[in-house]
Structures are given as structure tokens and as C-alpha cells.
């Protein structure tokens, strides 16, 4: 996701920003012009990231969290993440939704499903499981507290991949590795890259695909 999107999403946490003239908007979240604001106001919109009433000058985050019953979750299926090189596009649009246990989630109630693409978490231990190619990622987006060997869900310039985080407080340098049987490079991000990285979520489970 664009980082004005993101700065965008945080300021409807405490703002009713359809109530704001464009300009004020930009000067708030630091953007040159009115209409880059409305521009990534609408694709937002068209990601169906927020509801924007236009005629009642009201924009509000919607939510991508859990629907669920006391056996079932509805999971939202936001698109894929790559467990090899970070080249695919990280889009939050919702591609469809999976029905999964309850139990399954931890009584958790803000995640999100992801679709892996690739082999470098074929040798990841999630509570047992690793993370293979068509596998579903569960994706706790609430969970800030990261801490080193986590599995994440990270963007890297707009595009998405799952790895093992380890934070490097000594040199301040973050880095990404890869648990695969085959020989993938880690990935080096210094602190002052913030605005180009950012942790989207934990992984608390994997769904694996069913062997035939």
C-alpha cells in the first residue's frame, strides 16, 4: 500500500476526513497538492478500504475483520504475499473470503487471510506447519508486538512477502530471512528506510492446502 494511503487510513482513526477540505488534508499528512489526496482517496475507495459519502461529506474506514459464529470464522482473503523474491504487488483489496474453525484463530478477531506464492518458507515451523506454495496465511494485522523470529507479513516498496523477522538493534538494521530448502538471499532494511517498509502482521497459522 502507498504510504500517503497509509497516513490517509490512520487519519480517518481520529478525523472524519470527508469533512475536510483536500488541501487541509495534504497539509496534515505533508502531501504538495490537493489532488494527490483525492487521488489515493479514490483508490482507497476502489479497494474498498473506505466509504466515502460524498453528499454527507463523511469517509469512514471499513472493516476487514472476522465475521464469525460460535464454530466458524469467515476469513477475508486479501490477495497474496510471496515466500520467495518481494515482487508481488501488495494490494489490500478483498479477493474472497475462506470459512475456517473458530478454534483455529485463537479467538482472534482482526485477521486476514493471505495466499502464499513460492517455496523460501517451505522449512518455516508455525506451530508445526510450514508455509508452502497455495497455503493460507492467517495474518494477525493487530499484533504490533514484533518481536525477533516472528514470522511476518512485511511490504518492502509496495509489494508483499512472508519471512522471519530479526531485529538488529545493535547495528539498526532489520533483517528478512527465508526458512527454504532452497538457498534464497535475506533481505537488509536500514531504520532510516521506514517510510518503505512497514510490518503489516504476525502470522498466527497456516492452512495448508490439501494434498490430492
Not at 465475521?67 to 515466500?83: T, Y
Amino acid at each position: 500500500m502507498h504510504t500517503i494511503q497509509q497516513k490517509l487510513l490512520r487519519l480517518a482513526d481520529t478525523y472524519n476526513i470527508g469533512n475536510m477540505s483536500l488541501r487541509d488534508v495534504a497539509k496534515i499528512i505533508d502531501v504538495p497538492h490537493p489532488q494527490i489526496v483525492k487521488h489515493h482517496l479514490e483508490q482507497l475507495e476502489r479497494k474498498e478500504l473506505i466509504e466515502w459519502d460524498r453528499e454527507n461529506k463523511t469517509i469512514v474506514k471499513k472493516t476487514t475483520g472476522v465475521v464469525s459464529n460460535s464454530d466458524f470464522s469467515i476469513v477475508p482473503v486479501l490477495g497474496s504475499a510471496n515466500c520467495g523474491q518481494a515482487d508481488i504487488y501488495a494490494d489490500e483489496r478483498i479477493e474472497g473470503h475462506i470459512k475456517v474453525s473458530s478454534l483455529l484463530l485463537k479467538n482472534k478477531k482482526s485477521v486476514f487471510a493471505i495466499k502464499a506464492v513460492g517455496a523460501s518458507m517451505n522449512k518455516a515451523n508455525i506451530d508445526g506447519r510450514s508455509i508452502e506454495d497455495g497455503d493460507y496465511v492467517i495474518i494477525d494485522s493487530t499484533d504490533q508486538n514484533i518481536r525477533s523470529n516472528d514470522y511476518v507479513l512485511s511490504v518492502i516498496d509496495e509489494t508483499a512477502n512472508i519471512k522471519k523477522i530479526i531485529i538488529d538493534k545493535q547495528y539498526g538494521q532489520v533483517c528478512l530471512i527465508s526458512e527454504s530448502t532452497h538457498e534464497y538471499p535475506p533481505i537488509y532494511i536500514d531504520e532510516s528506510e521506514a517510510t518503505k517498509y512497514f510490518v503489516s502482521g504476525k502470522v498466527i497459522h497456516v492452512i495448508k492446502h490439501p494434498v490430492s
